[in-house]
């Protein structure tokens, strides 16, 4: 069975600096992986996705990914952080074996930029 | 382009109530997938239906259940609510099984 693992509750980080936010996988066949933000009171808003090729993937308001097939790894990256990106973030998985299943979400990180 | 609409807002049931939660798709989107999250914790996989046909199921029990319409709008019931059933619950639409999921606001539902 897929699941997904997302090892910090929050994560803290000064406007301005660099931020990660960690997730790993675990899949039977081949991930399809995203990453979706969620502002209070909110549905989730998808950020960026990886399926296949470079494992560097570019996605919404300067966010990135890299997809680490060895390490099973999926760390969302910004280079500088904002205060407007103080929200919860979710790593999903999708297996392309598992037919018939969903997306599984991680629990989610708080993510809070300091000024 | 429109996106995932879904209503009612918010709605308060009592114990052993049915609901009935609807989500609107967006444009050109053929996939309805339904989400409870319950505070503080990620999305749970309820269902999915594709062009009509439920596509897969998670780990709930048959008094939820769904329908899609042909325009892909589509609907979430719950009957004989229980306390635990109080979640956001989340539609998302895609165009297919393994695309991104763009999700309406949740509707909260609050079971006394």
């Known amino acids: 069975a897929q699941s997904v693992a997302q090892p910090e509750d929050q994560v803290n980080v000064a406007e301005g600096n660099p931020l990660t936010v960690k997730c790993t996988y675990s899949?039977?066949?081949?991930?399809?992986l995203f990453w979706y933000v969620q502002y209070p009171n909110r549905g989730l808003q998808f950020l960026l996705k990886y399926i296949t090729g470079d494992n560097l993937v570019k996605g919404s308001y300067g966010f990135e990914a890299e997809f680490n097939k060895s390490q099973t790894s999926f760390h969302l990256k910004k280079p500088s952080a904002l205060v407007s990106d103080s929200a919860l973030y979710f790593c999903a998985v999708r297996d392309d074996g598992n037919y018939g299943q969903n997306f599984v979400f991680g629990p989610g990180t708080r993510l809070s930029v300091l000024p | 382009e429109t996106g995932v609409t879904q209503s009612p807002t918010h709605l308060i049931k009592t114990r052993g109530q049915q609901v009935t939660l609807r989500c609107s798709s967006q444009?050109?989107?053929?996939?309805v997938s339904w989400y409870q999250q319950a505070l503080g914790q990620g999305p749970q996989f309820i269902f999915q239906y594709y062009r009509e046909e439920e596509n897969g199921r998670g780990n709930f029990p048959p008094r939820f259940s769904g329908l899609q319409f042909p325009n892909y709008s589509s609907e979430l019931n719950v009957n004989a609510l229980e306390l635990d059933d109080s979640a956001l619950y989340l539609c998302?639409?895609?165009?297919?099984?393994?695309?991104?999921?763009?999700f309406g606001p949740g509707t909260r539902l609050t079971v006394l």
């Open positions: 899949v039977s066949g081949n991930p399809y």
């Open positions: 998302a639409s895609s165009s297919g099984s393994y695309n991104e999921q763009f």
């Open positions: 444009s050109g989107h053929n996939t």
